[in-house]
């Protein structure tokens, strides 16, 4: 038990965020489950397009989630900037938006880095609504159909920042902590990205998924998705190491907390507004 235990608090330090390499550009593990994630929210909505008979053309869960990939790529990088790196913004614009290293004065594209959750969630509002005026499908109706497998595509994007040794946990003393070699000090931490994981993730897919065939109006798995993930990561962020550069932006909650607050609040009004009034008495 003590190697085992040994063995988990040393395993940020070896794994290797680069799959392999290949003319000089690195294929990196972040990257690779982007590609995973959406692949999986792709397949399991073709699986409910085919097992329970939802009015999509086959050609629909494609062209949706290529407007929903850009939404992620620029509403994740955007949002960051807006959300966590603004000061950065204004002290380099150009830099800060193009992810670019140099290296013995020759610039080279560096890969994804400095993504916002919530700034992906705005970017895919706003491509799948310019996508559902173009297909005439309705927006809810189009969200309803991939928000039950989201949360399992979300999980291999957390994986992916565990790999990187990203966005990790405050410090602690329990056996479940872990050496992070980024983080400052050599304390253990908790391993926040797999607590959001196993609970923005696996659990959360494992709630929308039992309730696709019992939602009561188009509307209600949209809202549960933004109320359930606003509570999980809410109570995640009490232990997960806030932005060093922002620190507690109200009171003493992170800004991740607080644009939580904002979706646990849009959740609920997206499950009131579209009650039917059947269901109101």
Sequence with gaps: MTDFIAWWQQLPSMMDPVIFTVGGIA????????????????LLSRFRMSTEKLAFDKS???DALTWAMGGVLLGGRIGYILFYGFHDFLANPIGSIIPVATTNGACRFSGISGMSYHGALIGVVIAIALFTRKSGKGFLETFDLFIPALPLGYT??????????????????????????????????????????????????????????????????????????????????FFREPDAQLGFVFLSFSMGQVLCFIMMAAGIGIIVANRPSTLRR
């Design 60 to 62: 629909f869960p494609g």
């Design 156 to 237: 291999f994007g957390r994986l992916g920042n565990f790999i990187n040794g990203e966005l990790y946990g405050r410090v602690t003393t329990a056996a479940i902590g872990m050496h992070f070699p980024q983080a400052p000090g050599y304390g253990l931490r908790h391993p926040s990205q797999l607590y959001e994981a196993f609970f923005e993730g696996i659990v959360l897919f494992v709630l929308l998924w039992s309730l696709r065939k019992k939602a009561p109006y188009t509307g209600f798995l949209s809202g549960l998705y933004l109320l359930g993930y606003g509570v999980v990561r809410f109570f995640i962020e």
């Design 27 to 42: 294929i990196r593990w972040y990257g690779m489950m982007y590609v995973v994630a959406f692949a999986i929210v792709y």
